[in-house]
């Protein structure tokens, strides 16, 4: 477990071991920022932003951040890629059946 790393008073190794870590989760499937919350311990909130960060050093070591955007079930809007977290309801529709934006890496 990486628990609370990136918060645990700035240490550097610590924030390089978690993208590390965060790069090899999404190398091997997608996950949603809710998930990834769970499995780094980490508030919603603060793993929006640690990734919002982390996204934009990847590019120096050669990845990319894939965003899936959040979709509506029900009437197939897409929600802007720049959405990271779940919307709780469709501009379009109305409908609150909304399928998580997903990320992954691409090397
Ligand atoms: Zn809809």
Redesign the pocket.
């Known amino acids: 477990m990486v628990k609370k790393l990136v918060n645990s008073g700035g240490d550097c190794q610590s924030v390089i071991m978690f993208r590390k870590q965060l790069t090899s989760w999404l190398l091997e499937r997608e996950l949603s920022l809710r998930e990834l919350s769970d499995m780094a311990g980490e508030s919603l909130k603060s793993m929006e932003s640690d990734l919002r960060h982390w996204a934009r050093s990847l590019k120096h070591e050669g990845y990319r951040l894939v965003v899936e955007p959040a979709r ?1 079930r ?4 897409r929600f802007s890629r720049e959405k990271w977290h779940k919307p709780s309801r ?1 501009p ?2 109305k ?1 609150d059946w909304i399928d998580e934006p997903r990320f992954h890496v691409e090397a």
Not at 74 to 77: D, K, P, Q
């Open positions: 509506c029900r009437c197939g809007f469709c379009c529709c409908g």
